[in-house]
């Protein structure tokens, strides 16, 4: 039939893992398996797999496929060349739209961190300002600068120099939660868009993610993983740009690099 319990095991597994930037343990972005052609069992698995897909058009085609499949006659000869064509152009119909789904989830995030990218942030975050100025809530934004990058390429590689990174934002995702915003905006800068709950949300956050760094730092004596913060506060009542808001976070952590006060190295 179309395919085997490996080929609809990797194709669950692909599209839980395209839906939207999160945690994933090895930092890979790993490829569609691809198969020289259809195997022999399986098809209802894939069909009942792909049809709960969030891809509305291949939701579509699909049951279409399967409306089509149960006018049938079974024992017909007819029926056995149409299934014959029809299963390659239907596994090729699944397997086309999962990639471009993993495509545009890639255009997203960022290939090394699994955070989003850039272009990620700047999508989600106005969308999440329009939203917080209709609510009159409040946000922060950390605007994060992991120390001594270069002094890390320089001194043991550039693989552990995109080792700290990972292991930066592994820290990030432990200590914030799954309804702030993460982001890898370039080289060493990351972002966070986060939901203000009260007035002590910025000293909670930066707490635990000074916890998440220490803990990443257990076992490793070569050099100690730091970050900078800057963090500057959204008001729904005064609404300011994105652009204007991560200014102002940008410049809060440089003024912290110069002082050389560094909040995530105080001891709780």
């Known amino acids: 039939m179309l395919t085997d319990a490996a080929d609809v095991s990797q194709i669950r ?12 343990s090895n930092r890979r972005v790993l490829a569609i398996v691809r198969k020289s052609g259809p195997a022999e069992e399986g098809l209802e698995d894939v069909l009942s797999s792909a049809l709960r897909t969030t891809d509305s058009d291949l939701d579509l085609i699909l049951h ?4 089509i499949s149960k006018s049938l006659k079974l024992g017909d000869s007819d029926t056995q060349t149409i299934r014959a064509a029809a299963h390659p152009a239907v596994w ?21 961190t699994c955070l989003y990218n850039r272009r990620g942030f700047f999508a989600a975050a106005v969308q999440q300002l329009k939203l917080a100025t209709r609510k009159g809530q409040s946000l922060l934004l950390l605007y994060c600068d992991l120390d001594n990058l270069k002094k890390i390429n320089d001194s043991f590689g550039h693989r552990e120099g995109d080792l700290a990174l990972i292991r930066a934002a592994d820290a990030m995702e432990k200590a914030f939660r799954g309804s702030d915003i993460l982001a890898r905006l370039g080289g060493d800068e990351f972002v966070i868009l986060a939901s203000e709950v ?14 998440a760094l220490k803990k990443a730092n257990a076992g490793e004596t070569r050099y100690e993983l730091s970050v900078s913060v800057g963090v500057a506060r959204f008001d729904p009542k005064h609404p300011i740009s994105l652009g204007e808001l991560m200014a102002q976070a940008d410049e809060a952590m440089y003024e912290q690099k110069r002082n050389h006060q560094k909040s995530y190295t105080r001891e709780v």
């Open 13 to 24: 597994d692909l599209r839980s893992r395209t839906a939207s930037p999160k945690p994933i």
């Open 64 to 67: 279409e496929v399967d409306e």
């Open 92 to 112: 090729c119909a699944v397997k086309q739209a999962l990639l471009d789904r993993e495509l545009r989830q890639l255009a997203l995030t960022d290939e090394l």
């Open 198 to 211: 009260s007035s002590a949300t910025q000293e909670v956050l930066l707490r635990r993610f000074q916890k």
